[in-house]
């Protein structure tokens, strides 16, 4: 009983305040349209400084991570040497290229008619010109990583006169090649699709694919600010290029981004549309039972309640413009999203104002209006503000940038609805009061009045119509729909037994999905099927070994003429290779190569440094340059690195794996040293997304709980609205599995959204029943279903109808907000409308003692009893 008068008390104090806003919103409404609108408008004015991010290694990585702090100190120990002595196993960031992956009609490579074809393609490629800003003409001679005064293609053993030979002698060595004018390289990642050696596997007989990689210099911003010419150039020229025995994939260091803003771009038709039939089915939605009365009639209300939601989107982005947060293309749903919390809460003020009908004034109405949905909305805008919160402190940029301007926007939304939409409500019944026509606002007749006077039928169904006298003539048929079925379902003993049990395999399935469920985004899915750039990474990914190279970084002096360094060195490289996720073969080390050649010196520090200098003055050697750091005197190794090669690996997670273990190869040697790879930086998502989404999704869980508490103060509904809101999350997140989903910066952003969905069906329908004055628990259950089920349905609904639409998009966003997205409108409805009304029939919390409370609250919504139609008999 104490719980219940707490219950009580906060209803009556927060009601009250909402009482006398609804009553000055009354008198002042056509102040306050005007004063929103042009704050709205003013703010929007932001947008002309909007800037876009469209860098997906940017914005769809996390920053802060321990790759992107050792990519800048690997920048820093060892000089940018692209522009002279190119080393691809040096590379500090994936940098600029332009890669091209040729598949041999006949299925293998090693034919001179194939490979003199290849190099058709190479002499094309690298005479290709594009033309600068400046009218400067460039070809990829004048940007290329250099490596001995040539440039430097990863691939272009495959026509030099050594290889060539070796293939008409079938003698191509395997998996390393040795040619004079490039030396000895292992060229097996080069190789994809079926390779097949001899019996001993020393020579290669057949090979299907081969990788051709264009690396352009990046030791100068002209030569980067010139590549990105270049390569659409490439791009445009590739695209129209003949062959005859190859087959041909492509694609350059901008393809990713290119491909996103062009996909996100081509889907704003399909996106329009589905604006388009929520804002139809509001405007339908809100016609009056009474179809053919004039006065009634509350369409305008619903595209109102729309405006004010497009209203909010304006603002907000304006606003978040004006302050320098960068559009991401993951922004683009957020129209959607704010427009669906905004119907959402227009349908639970429209429901208040059906029931508030038997109100005397429209002070009287306004006030029981906002009294009745203020709490309700005020909950579900607080919990999705403070989720979106939660997001914007993660250190993904497309979280953090999205949930900024959607706090922003359910801000503006929030405020919008109860000045500018409580205003519209206070104005139409001004219209509905003096009996005028709801399209030309002249005031009519009654019907009956029309009839008395010897109208016609048209002039009786076009021109006649009064005011509402009661909640059943203000509803729409769709509102009326939930609160005549639902309870005929939720409420019989067979039905909830069959609920229960439904929802034990719902929980079953999502546990499942949990547990297995894949993390990581894989930038092939951000583009369409279509794609050229998906045909070059589907051929790269299912063709060719999933390898990495991974240097050691040895960031501190040693003496490296002792025999003790050179053992720890070797002692480092064993324990990567004996690790299952390193290859056991494969090892680059300057200090190996140097060992076995005549130039080793070990007497003491000075003359192993002498020697090592004059052994990559010879050319066979000169690529180790970079992997060692001398002082400014030449006395001292600063720096100095060796390779290993990861196992191939399955998937991204084995990736983000075999990061981690190779920290933990480096951590656990004993030199001091860390491990890196640029590639680390795309791998981090697989090891730090789950951990985000954890944190946000518990500290929006968190605010959940705490709002709550502070709104409906009563430790039942706590635990109802938090373990539903928790389910409903467990679903979306078990259920992705069933779609081939991952967990990744994208979906992370769907599941803060779905938050704010899930908080809005659960919070009114236990807001409902607390409040509702029935005898028993069924009959509370009834009134729920009667004061918030058409609000949910049609909020559900609305959202729905868009997202049919969206499963057609050619966009990995789209789609997936489509998927989340229908997860959680099927979750939330099915939590809110059946398995929550089941549980309160059993569990609820009592009834309020406050009859001022209850009575006044049931009074806007209407009676259940009777004006709903309810009765007891009916319950029993």
């Given at each position: 009983m104490t719980l219940n008068k707490l219950y009580e008390t906060v209803e009556r104090k927060i009601g009250t305040v909402f009482e006398s806003y609804g009553r000055f919103i009354a008198r002042h409404a056509w102040k306050v349209v005007v004063v929103v609108v042009v704050i709205n408008i003013g703010l929007g004015i932001g947008m002309m400084k909007l800037k876009s991010d469209i860098e997906t290694d940017n914005v769809y990585l996390p920053h802060g991570t321990v790759a992107r702090h050792d990519m800048k100190t690997v920048k820093n120990l060892f000089p940018d040497l692209s522009g002279s002595n190119f080393n691809i196993l040096q590379l500090a960031a994936d940098g600029a290229w332009a890669k091209v992956i040729v598949r041999s009609n006949s299925g293998n490579i090693l034919n001179k008619t194939v490979l003199s074809e290849i190099k058709d393609l190479n002499d094309f490629i690298q005479n290709i010109t594009a033309e600068t800003e400046n009218d400067k003409v460039i070809k990829y001679t004048d940007i290329c990583a250099r490596v001995q005064s040539r440039c430097a293609v990863d691939g272009e053993m495959f026509w030099d006169p050594d290889f060539l030979a070796a293939v008409d002698l079938k003698q191509v060595t395997y998996p390393r090649f040795t040619t004079s004018s490039t030396g000895t390289s292992d060229y097996s990642s080069d190789l994809g699709g079926i390779i097949t050696t001899d019996t001993d596997g020393n020579y290669l007989e057949q090979a299907e694919f081969i990788n051709l990689d264009y690396v352009i210099r990046t030791d100068g911003q002209e030569y980067q600010s010139n590549a990105a010419i270049w390569v659409a150039e490439f791009q445009t020229q590739i695209e129209a290029y003949q062959t005859k025995n190859i087959e041909i994939a492509y694609a350059h260091f901008n393809s990713m981004d290119e491909e996103l803003?062009?996909?996100?771009?081509?889907?704003?038709?399909?996106?329009?549309?589905?604006?388009?039939?929520?804002?139809?089915?509001?405007?339908?939605?809100?016609?009056?039972?009474?179809?053919?009365?004039?006065?009634?009639?509350?369409?305008?209300?619903?595209?109102?309640?729309?405006?004010?939601?497009?209203?909010?989107?304006?603002?907000?982005?304006?606003?978040?413009?004006?302050?320098?947060?960068?559009?991401?293309?993951?922004?683009?749903?957020?129209?959607?999203?704010?427009?669906?919390?905004?119907?959402?809460?227009?349908?639970?003020?429209?429901?208040?104002?059906?029931?508030?009908?038997?109100?005397?004034?429209?002070?009287?109405?306004?006030?029981?209006?906002?009294?009745?949905?203020?709490?309700?909305?005020?909950?579900?805008?607080?919990?999705?503000?403070?989720?979106?919160?939660?997001?914007?402190?993660?250190?993904?940029?497309?979280?953090?940038?999205?949930?900024?301007?959607?706090?922003?926007?359910?801000?503006?939304?929030?405020?919008?609805?109860?000045?500018?939409?409580?205003?519209?409500?206070?104005?139409?019944?001004?219209?509905?009061?003096?009996?005028?026509h709801y399209l030309t606002c002249q005031r009519i007749k009654t019907k009956e009045q029309i009839t008395e006077e010897g109208g016609t039928k048209r002039q009786i169904m076009c021109c006649g119509g009064r005011p509402p006298t009661n909640r059943d003539e203000a509803e729409s048929f769709v509102d009326k729909f939930p609160r005549w079925i639902l309870p005929k379902i939720v409420l019989k003993l067979p039905f909830k037994i069959g609920i229960l049990v439904l929802f034990v395999a719902y929980l079953a399935g999502a546990i499942y999905g949990c547990i297995y469920l894949k993390q990581g985004l894989v930038f092939t899915q951000l583009v369409a099927d279509d794609s050229y750039y998906f045909k070059f990474s589907d051929w790269d990914q299912r063709f060719f070994t999933r390898q990495t190279p991974v240097s050691f970084i040895i960031s501190k002096p040693y003496s490296y003429s002792d025999q003790s360094t050179q053992d720890l060195i070797d002692d480092l490289i064993i324990s990567a290779q004996s690790n299952r996720y390193f290859d056991t073969k494969f090892e680059v080390s300057w200090l190996e190569a140097y060992k076995t050649t005549s130039y080793f010196q070990d007497g003491n520090e000075k003359e192993f440094i002498e020697g090592f200098r004059r052994f990559i003055q010879d050319r066979k050697y000169a690529m180790f340059e970079n992997d060692v750091v001398l002082d400014a005197t030449n006395s001292t190794i600063l720096n100095s690195r060796v390779y290993v090669m990861s196992a191939d690996m399955e998937d991204s997670q084995e990736e983000g794996k075999m990061m981690l273990e190779s920290r933990k190869v480096a951590n656990d040697a004993d030199i001091d040293c860390f491990a890196f790879s640029p590639y680390f930086v795309p791998y981090e998502q697989y090891v730090a997304i789950f951990g985000q989404t954890m944190k946000t999704v518990g500290l929006a869980l968190i605010a959940v709980f705490v709002v709550t508490c502070i709104f409906m103060p009563h430790p039942v509904l706590i635990i109802f609205v938090t373990l539903a809101v928790t389910m409903i999350m467990l679903g979306v997140f078990g259920y992705m599995l069933y779609l081939d989903v991952a967990l990744s910066a994208i979906t992370m952003i769907h599941l803060i959204m779905s938050i704010g969905f899930s908080i809005d069906f659960t919070a009114h329908i236990c807001h409902g029943f607390m409040i509702s004055s029935g005898?028993?628990?069924?009959?509370?259950?009834?009134?729920?279903?009667?004061?918030?089920?058409?609000?949910?349905?049609?909020?559900?609904?609305?959202?729905?109808?868009?997202?049919?639409?969206?499963?057609?998009?050619?966009?990995?966003?789209?789609?997936?907000?489509a998927a989340v997205m229908s997860f959680v409108l099927l979750f939330g409805i099915s939590h809110a409308l059946f398995l929550l009304p089941v549980i309160l029939s059993w569990l609820g919390p009592g009834k309020l003692n406050d009859k001022k409370s209850t009575d006044g609250q049931n009074a806007t919504y209407g009676n259940v009893n009777g004006e709903a139609g309810t009765k007891m008999e009916e319950i029993k």
């Open positions: 803003a062009k996909n996100i771009k081509g889907d704003i038709t399909l996106f329009s549309i589905t604006m388009t039939l929520m804002i139809t089915y509001a405007c339908v939605a809100t016609l009056s039972s009474r179809i053919t009365d004039q006065v009634g009639q509350r369409m305008w209300l619903g595209f109102a309640g729309v405006l004010a939601a497009g209203l909010a989107i304006i603002s907000s982005f304006g606003l978040c413009a004006a302050a320098g947060v960068h559009f991401v293309s993951i922004v683009g749903v957020i129209p959607f999203l704010v427009m669906g919390i905004g119907i959402d809460d227009m349908f639970i003020m429209l429901s208040g104002l059906s029931g508030a009908q038997d109100k005397k004034t429209i002070e009287d109405k306004l006030a029981a209006t906002l009294r009745a949905s203020g709490v309700g909305i005020t909950i579900t805008s607080l919990t999705d503000l403070i989720a979106f919160l939660a997001g914007a402190a993660s250190n993904f940029i497309a979280v953090r940038n999205f949930c900024i301007y959607t706090g922003t926007a359910v801000i503006f939304c929030y405020l919008n609805n109860v000045t500018f939409f409580a205003a519209c409500l206070a104005i139409n019944e001004r219209r509905v009061d003096d009996n005028r005898e028993t628990r069924d009959i509370r259950v009834k009134q729920a279903i009667d004061k918030t089920g058409a609000p949910i349905f049609h909020g559900a609904v609305s959202s729905i109808l868009g997202i049919i639409v969206l499963i057609g998009a050619k966009s990995y966003i789209f789609r997936t907000f």
